[in-house]
């Protein structure tokens, strides 16, 4: 499954690719501003979006929104600095799948990945099922 990371840390960018690279979620594609991640997604199709709420070109509650209007069911999880409950409750509001303060807990990204590829077998195998009925 292709997975972009957005964020301007490179030590965050980093460490999740080595973290998914760990987990299989192979290839990691990197981008360092909202304007880049847009142009990559416009070019290609990701299957889990890291966003980095802190951009310094927009924010990330800009961000959601735009990426969506491209891929309207790409996967996003949110990281952020902040502990803002305004905040989480705007991005929350875009349909994001997970809002994650850093650091982030390697444990927690774990699950979140296990979590996400079953729950897009179980959507496949359903798909599957239905096209089968028809």
């Keep these: ?20 690279r760990k987990f ?12 880049k991640a847009l142009r990559m997604v416009r070019n290609a199709f990701f299957g889990l ?12 509650e800009i961000l959601i929104p735009a990426l969506k209007a491209v891929h309207g069911q790409m996967p996003i999880i949110t990281m ?13 509001s875009h ?18 990945l296990r979590h996400h590829i079953q729950k897009k077998q179980i959507a496949e195998q359903l798909n599957q099922i239905q096209g089968g009925q028809s």
């Excluded at 952020?80 to 929350?92: A, F, H, Q």
């Excluded at 349909?95 to 979140?112: A, D, R, T």
Aim: with cysteine.
């Design 1 to 20: 499954m292709r997975t972009l990371i957005v964020t301007d840390d490179m030590s965050t960018s980093n460490l999740l690719a080595h973290w998914l």
């Design 24 to 35: 299989r979620f192979t290839p990691c594609a990197i981008a360092d501003s909202g304007s």
């Design 49 to 60: 979006v890291f966003l980095d709420l802190a951009l310094p070109d927009m924010p990330g």
């Design 80 to 92: 952020t600095d902040s502990n803002c409950r305004e905040l989480e409750r705007k991005v929350r």
């Design 95 to 112: 349909g994001i799948i997970f809002y994650m303060e850093k650091p982030v807990s390697v444990n927690i990204l774990q699950e979140l």
